[in-house]
């Protein structure tokens, strides 16, 4: 930040570089919209890397222009997308997950990105560039990856009892176990667990995981997204679905009569998430920026340490530091050895559904929330 004010201070008095005396008013500052999962950025809490402060110090340094990130988060695809289809909301970077991403690009509501705007993007490992959404890598930058599994307290659940998405509706956890909240993933958690393939487009496959999901109601705890770092952190609930990288995050939060433990299914959804641009972005240079940023060693690793999902950045995976403070344990849940992401990625992934399937998907989980 001081760098940044003897920079702007001395294009005040020698008069020159018109731009960089425009990016002294306040007035002209730009304002940056991000709209992100939750904790999904290093912030600066503790004395840790502070994203958008340094990206709007880099930006200044960098461009001669002040720029300020108004970040916020959503806790699902879905909100997401209702935010962006109901346009209550602007703004220009987002990051959702691969099936939603096809759906903007569907709806033509992303921008093609500007790549030489995003040099750091040769950091991205072609393992998970072309992927399907965005064959022709056009519209977006990966930024993680990873699975959802089951998080149990090993305290409270029998190891032996969790083998598969089974344990979600074991009975004898009746009034400990979380679902999530939104419905792409909690269908997802009972068609998996009867076989049934999550894009398919027949009714009847949709009726037999809503009646699953129904099926569970007594057991259940509530329904949740975010809520449930703190609940399995204190060890409020004894098992629920979520994702990988979270279960790092409530693992170093969780207390001291608390043993959680991730479990790996053999049919769950991978997923990739990715930054993009809207195309009613008012900063379409800028917002490439903040991508480009996001991708530099420093950014990727404290996000990378913070979020604790799998990461696609090379300069991540080739980070001693990173390794170092992630700990092999953590390392060998992130990035198996034996695991096939493509296997996976083709055989399990979520797509985007049509019209006439997201619909009936919407409709029954209001039947969910009612029962």
């Not at 002040?66 to 987002?94: C, P």
């Not at 399990?348 to 019209?355: I, K, P, V």
């Amino acid at each position: 930040m001081k760098k940044a004010w003897i920079a702007a201070l001395l294009a005040v008095l020698l008069a020159a570089a018109p731009l960089a005396l425009s990016g002294c008013s306040d007035s002209d500052t730009i304002v940056l919209n991000v709209y992100n999962w939750g904790e999904y950025i290093s912030t600066g809490e503790e004395g840790t890397y502070d994203t958008n402060a340094e990206f709007e110090d880099w930006y200044f340094e960098t461009y001669g222009q002040k720029v300020r990130v108004n970040y916020s988060t959503y806790e699902s695809n879905e909100s997401l997308r209702s935010q962006l289809e109901l346009g209550t909301a602007n703004y220009d970077v987002i990051v959702p997950s691969d099936y939603m991403i096809d759906y903007f690009i569907q709806k033509d509501m992303l921008a093609e990105l500007n790549f030489d705007n995003i040099p750091a993007y040769e950091n991205i490992s072609q393992t998970y560039r072309g992927l399907y959404y965005d064959p022709d890598n056009k519209y977006t930058v990966p930024y993680t990856y990873g699975v959802v599994g089951i998080i149990y307290d090993a305290n409270e659940v029998d190891p032996a009892d969790v083998t598969g998405w089974e344990v979600m509706w074991n009975s004898k956890y009746s009034g400990e176990i979380l679902q999530f909240r939104n419905p792409r993933d909690a269908f997802g958690t009972a068609m998996y667990m009867l076989d049934i393939d999550v894009n398919t487009t027949e009714k009847a496959d949709w009726d037999r995981a809503k009646d699953k999901i129904i099926e569970q109601a007594p057991l259940r705890k509530m329904l949740v997204m975010d809520e449930i770092f703190n609940m399995m952190e204190m060890g409020e609930a004894a098992v629920g679905a979520y994702y990988a990288g979270d279960y790092f995050t409530m693992l170093d939060n969780q207390a001291e009569n608390v043993d959680l433990r991730f479990f790996t299914p053999e049919r769950t959804n991978v997923f990739v998430d990715a930054m993009c641009v809207l195309k009613t972005s008012k900063h379409k240079d800028v917002a490439e920026a903040y991508i480009n940023f996001m991708l530099m060693e420093d950014a990727a690793v404290a996000n990378s340490l913070t979020h604790w999902y799998a990461s696609p950045n090379t300069a991540v995976l080739n980070s001693q530091a990173y390794k170092a403070e992630l700990g092999e344990e953590a390392y060998a849940v992130l990035y198996p050895e034996s695991y096939d992401f493509h296997a996976n990625y083709e055989k399990y992934a979520y797509r985007s559904l049509d019209t006439e399937t997201l619909d009936y998907m919407t409709a029954l989980w209001e039947n969910v929330l009612i029962n």
